[in-house]
């Protein structure tokens, strides 16, 4: 599903980074850990095709997006990537099923309405929030929201779910619950579950992991 190997990056002025070869299959589960300046978020953008590698290439799904344009990357990333931020943005003029139709309406997805809203409907059940699809946002609880976000990210079944530090200043009961739920709901959609953090708590969880050194300077 994610398979990189030999990435390079650099900043303009910077040193030449390198980082670790990730894989991570259809279903399976992948720790991305490091403290803040380890390069967590580059490699990311790396993978996401948001930044572009000096040298070596990315594949997602069988394609290679290391070669892919900018608008080419751009839908293929809309299409097949979700990301559960680590606060949520929602329009808060709009109602939580429609937040939720943005990812198709974005990436044109060539669904019908009635199937739409069908998957929304699905998905909000499943995370007990159904009875909040007509609320505002705002009136979500951050529990509710953190719920709301794992559905939008799922709502256009993405091969590839990012989680950023889904449990940043999270209890550890909390942290649990929402653990969790983002490993049940990316293994039924089958898809690949990306968690990058910060949060040693996650590291004995997942045989598959990259741990990112905190780069010089």
Do not use: W
């Not at 997006?65 to 809309?78: A, C, P």
């Not at 940043?168 to 293994?187: G, P, Q, R």
């Amino acid at each position: 599903m994610i398979s990189t190997r030999d990435l390079t990056f650099s900043y303009s002025g910077s040193e030449l980074l390198s980082f670790p070869d990730v894989s991570c299959g259809s279903g399976d589960q992948l720790l991305i850990l490091g403290d803040s300046g380890s390069g967590k978020t580059t490699l990311i953008h790396l993978i996401c095709g948001l930044l572009k590698a000096r040298s070596g290439n990315i594949k997602i799904g069988g394609v290679d997006v290391s070669v892919l344009g900018d608008r080419e990357m751009d839908k293929f990333r809309g299409a097949n990537i979700g990301v559960v931020f680590q606060q949520a943005h929602f329009v808060q003029s709009l109602s939580v099923s429609e937040n939720l139709t943005l990812p198709s309406l974005m990436t044109k997805d060539n669904i019908s309405s009635e199937e739409l809203y069908s998957r929304i409907s699905e998905l909000l059940e499943r995370l007990g929030l159904s009875h909040k699809a007509d609320s505002s946002p705002k009136e979500l609880s951050v529990g509710e929201q953190q719920r709301a976000s794992i559905a939008r990210a799922l709502i256009h079944k993405p091969q590839i779910v990012f989680a950023d530090e889904p449990t940043s200043a999270l209890d550890d009961k909390s942290t649990e619950a929402v653990i969790s739920l983002l490993e049940e709901e990316t293994k039924l959609a089958g898809a690949c579950l990306v968690i990058v953090t910060h949060d040693q708590r996650l590291k004995s969880r997942y045989e598959k992991r990259v741990e990112l050194k905190k780069l010089a300077g």
